[in-house]
């Protein structure tokens, strides 16, 4: 999702990074996401969980289509399972890098991984999901790398798989497979984001300090048949987002709370690929528009009904961390999607009146991580 910012007076579109708290005034602040040496996210891992009875690693034995659950970071207990189940990686394919790494090629460093998997596996996962995956979607490509030891015996072959990643670069559980999911980017009503400094971290408890609670989830698919630009998209989202706001909180004055509405644009290649549901949420920015403000404790109507969720928020992630045998697993410089144009990205929160917002205009906000 792409940076876009937007906050307006009595119905005037105005460009600025700064949230304003006024009556009938409403703003927008949005996620930047960070870049690295790659369009996509890239997460991996060295594979050590060996099959006793075939002597083959478990992971370099499965095939497109198959996927991999772990609970440990060196994946020691990696095992196949079925995409409906809960796992951490989805298998697009393998590749094979002897071409350009010989055998007296140097195990690569984090920054060669990250290129070699960037080169080997962005073609591979696009062509799994038949050319339509979403650059700024849900799913990052990974690739899973032989360790030290099966390099130097000649091992040049990575597998390539699509995994969920958060923007502290941790992995999170998935169900189903990503030929069948819908992309977007979104979390189920009621999760809390975590803040890390300024910008969006993983999700975490409400009742711990956050930088957004979604409140809403819109699916814009259902209102435009063809990609609608971000002022069609904020001109329907002003008043939807707004009324879900409001029914969530239970009508609660977030002025009063500096608080805001904030939703999501789609660019047009996530549209593209089939990613057009939006998150509506509720955060604070900096007044002067450095980033977002820790937010502590639900804003939802405690007098609400339990809420129902059509599937399961995203897991505890696993983390890289040294291991006391063999390698670790190495993240390929683990990274979140180069920020998209600015077709796409958070959009306008609202303080005041929900019911009654004003047009939207974009611009650009101090770059955090993705939502």
Same mark, same amino acid.
């Given at each position: 999702?792409?940076?876009?910012?937007?906050?307006?007076?009595? /119905?005037? +579109? *105005?460009?600025?990074?700064? @949230?304003?708290?006024? =009556?009938?005034?409403?703003?927008? $602040? !949005?996620?930047?996401? &960070?870049?690295?040496?790659?369009?996509?996210?890239?997460?991996?891992?060295?594979?050590?969980?060996?099959?006793?009875?075939?002597?083959?690693?478990?992971?370099?034995?499965?095939?497109?289509?198959?996927?991999?659950?772990?609970?440990?970071?060196?994946?020691?207990?990696?095992?196949?399972?079925?995409?409906?189940?809960?796992?951490?990686?989805?298998?697009?394919?393998?590749?094979?890098?002897?071409?350009?790494?010989?055998?007296?090629?140097?195990?690569?460093?984090?920054?060669?991984?990250?290129?070699?998997?960037?080169?080997?596996?962005?073609?591979?996962?696009?062509?799994?999901?038949?050319?339509?995956?979403?650059?700024?979607?849900?799913?990052?490509?990974?690739?899973?790398?032989?360790?030290?030891?099966?390099?130097?015996? /000649?091992? +040049? *072959?990575?597998?390539?798989? @699509?995994?969920?990643? =958060?923007?502290?670069?941790?992995? $999170? !559980?998935?169900?189903? &497979?990503?030929?069948?999911?819908?992309?977007?980017?979104?979390?189920?009503?009621?999760?809390?984001?975590?803040?890390?400094?300024?910008?969006?971290?993983?999700?975490?408890?409400?009742?711990?300090?956050?930088?957004?609670?979604?409140?809403?989830?819109?699916?814009?698919?259902?209102?435009?048949?063809?990609?609608?630009?971000?002022?069609?998209?904020?001109?329907?989202?002003?008043?939807?987002?707004?009324?879900?706001?409001?029914?969530?909180?239970?009508?609660?004055?977030?002025?009063?709370?500096?608080?805001?509405?904030?939703?999501?644009?789609?660019?047009?290649?996530?549209?593209?690929?089939?990613?057009?549901?939006?998150?509506?949420?509720?955060?604070?920015?900096?007044?002067?528009?450095?980033?977002?403000?820790?937010?502590? /404790?639900?804003?939802?109507?405690?007098?609400?009904?339990?809420?129902?969720?059509?599937?399961?928020?995203?897991?505890?992630?696993?983390?890289?961390?040294?291991?006391?045998?063999?390698?670790?697993?190495?993240?390929?410089?683990?990274?979140?999607?180069?920020?998209?144009?600015?077709?796409?990205?958070?959009?306008?929160?609202?303080?005041?009146?929900?019911?009654?917002?004003?047009?939207?205009?974009?611009?650009?906000?101090?770059?955090?991580?993705?939502?």
């Amino acid at each position: 999702m792409s940076p876009t910012a937007q906050w307006f007076r009595g /119905g005037r +579109r *105005t460009r600025s990074t700064r @949230l304003v708290m006024l =009556g009938a005034v409403a703003g927008a $602040f !949005a996620l930047l996401a &960070s870049s690295t040496l790659t369009s996509w996210p890239m997460q991996g891992g060295s594979l050590h969980a060996e099959d006793a009875s075939r002597g083959v690693n478990i992971a370099y034995a499965a095939t497109a289509g198959q996927c991999l659950a772990w609970s440990k970071p060196d994946l020691s207990d990696a095992t196949k399972v079925g995409c409906d189940a809960e796992h951490m990686f989805e298998v697009t394919g393998t590749a094979d890098v002897s071409a350009k790494y010989g055998k007296d090629a140097k195990f690569p460093d984090a920054t060669l991984w990250q290129k070699i998997g960037q080169d080997s596996c962005t073609d591979t996962s696009t062509k799994y999901l038949a050319g339509k995956l979403d650059p700024f979607g849900r799913y990052g490509i990974g690739a899973l790398k032989p360790g030290s030891d099966r390099w130097q015996s /000649g091992n +040049r *072959t990575l597998q390539c798989g @699509l995994q969920v990643i =958060g923007p502290s670069g941790s992995l $999170f !559980a998935t169900v189903g &497979s990503a030929k069948q999911q819908d992309q977007s980017d979104v979390h189920e009503v009621g999760t809390c984001l975590g803040i890390q400094g300024k910008t969006v971290s993983d999700p975490v408890e409400c009742s711990q300090p956050h930088s957004w609670e979604i409140v809403g989830l819109v699916d814009l698919g259902q209102q435009f048949p063809d990609y609608p630009s971000v002022d069609k998209q904020d001109a329907a989202l002003a008043d939807q987002c707004g009324k879900l706001a409001a029914d969530y909180t239970g009508g609660m004055d977030l002025k009063a709370k500096k608080l805001g509405v904030a939703w999501d644009n789609r660019a047009q290649e996530s549209w593209a690929a089939g990613s057009h549901r939006v998150n509506c949420k509720i955060g604070s920015m900096e007044p002067d528009g450095s980033g977002l403000v820790a937010v502590t /404790g639900s804003v939802r109507n405690p007098g609400a009904p339990p809420l129902t969720t059509s599937a399961k928020p995203r897991q505890t992630p696993v983390k890289p961390q040294q291991e006391p045998t063999g390698d670790p697993m190495h993240p390929m410089e683990s990274g979140q999607s180069s920020a998209p144009p600015a077709t796409s990205g958070s959009a306008p929160p609202s303080s005041g009146s929900a019911s009654s917002p004003a047009p939207t205009s974009s611009s650009s906000v101090t770059p955090t991580s993705r939502s």
